[in-house]
C-alpha cells in the first residue's frame, strides 16, 4: 500500500526566499506524481503533474522534480511571495486513478 | 466550465440525523472521487466511480456510509446515522479519461460538516 509522507509539516519564510518542499512515496509504481494547492477553507487545485518517464516539470516560479529509484519528489518554489502562503500537498497515482495523499506542508511567507 | 461544484458548503446536524452530500462534476468528466478531510488522517479517498459505477468503495470507513451516482452529473454522499466523528471536510473531485499517466483531478470547494 502506498504511503506518501511530506516534510516539514510547516514553513515559515521571509518574502523572496527560494525553498523546497520534500515529499516521499514507498511504491514507486506510480503512472504520476502530483503537486496540489490548498488555500483556507477552501478545495485543492492541481500545481503540477510529473509522469513516471519524467524527472521534472515546471510552471512559472514552482519545479517539481521526482526520483521514482528514492521515492522522493521536490517542488522548488523561486522567489517565494506572501501569495504563495498556502498548503501544499503531495499525491502519488498508483493505480490510474487512485491518489495517496501526503500529509501536506503549511507554507507562510512573511512579507 | 463552473467547475465542480458541491453543496451544502457547510452543513450543522446532531448526532444520529442523516446527511447527504451532493456533488455535480465537470461536464465530460467521466470519474467522480469523494473524499474526506480530517486533521488526524489528512485526505482520505473513500470512494470512486468510473461512468457512474463504483469502482473502488474500500475507503467507506463503515456501513453508515454509503454514495451513489445515479446519473453522470450528480452524486450523492449519504451518512446515516450520522456520529460526530463524521465531523470533517467532505471533497468531491472529478477528471477525465484518458492516459493515467496524464490525467489530473479537479476538487470542489467541499462541504464542512459538523455532527454535534
Known amino acids: 500500500k502506498q504511503e506518501v509522507t511530506q516534510i516539514p509539516a510547516a514553513l515559515s519564510v521571509p518574502e523572496g526566499e527560494n525553498l523546497v518542499l520534500n515529499c516521499s512515496f514507498t511504491?514507486?509504481?506510480?503512472?504520476?506524481l502530483q503537486w496540489f494547492r490548498q488555500d483556507p477553507g477552501k478545495g485543492l487545485t492541481s500545481l503540477l503533474l510529473?509522469?513516471?518517464?519524467?524527472r521534472e516539470q515546471t510552471s512559472g516560479r514552482l519545479n517539481a522534480s521526482l526520483d521514482k529509484s528514492s521515492g522522493r519528489s521536490t517542488l522548488y518554489i523561486a522567489a517565494s511571495q506572501p501569495g504563495d502562503s498556502a498548503t501544499y500537498l503531495c499525491a502519488g497515482n498508483n493505480a490510474g486513478n487512485m491518489l495517496t495523499f501526503g500529509g501536506g506542508t503549511r507554507l507562510m511567507v512573511k512579507p | 466550465d463552473a467547475g465542480v461544484i458541491q453543496s451544502p458548503r457547510h452543513e450543522v446536524t446532531e448526532m444520529g440525523q442523516e446527511v447527504t452530500l451532493r456533488c455535480k462534476p465537470i461536464?465530460?468528466?467521466?470519474?467522480l472521487f469523494w473524499y474526506r478531510q480530517t486533521m488526524m488522517r489528512g485526505l482520505e479517498l473513500l470512494i470512486y466511480?468510473?461512468?457512474?459505477?463504483?469502482?473502488?468503495d474500500s475507503g467507506m470507513p463503515e456501513d453508515r456510509f454509503s454514495a451513489k451516482m445515479p446519473n453522470a452529473s450528480f452524486s450523492t454522499l449519504k451518512i446515516q446515522p450520522s456520529e460526530p466523528r463524521d465531523s470533517a471536510v467532505y471533497f468531491c473531485?472529478?477528471?477525465?479519461?484518458?492516459?493515467?499517466?496524464?490525467?489530473?483531478?479537479?476538487f470542489g470547494p467541499g462541504t464542512r460538516l459538523l455532527v454535534l
Open positions: 510529473i509522469q513516471s518517464s519524467q
Open positions: 466511480f468510473n461512468n457512474n459505477v463504483p469502482i473502488d
Open positions: 461536464s465530460g468528466h467521466d470519474y
Open positions: 473531485a472529478s477528471s477525465r479519461s484518458g492516459s493515467p499517466y496524464q490525467e489530473t483531478q479537479y
Open positions: 511504491d514507486s509504481a506510480i503512472y504520476n
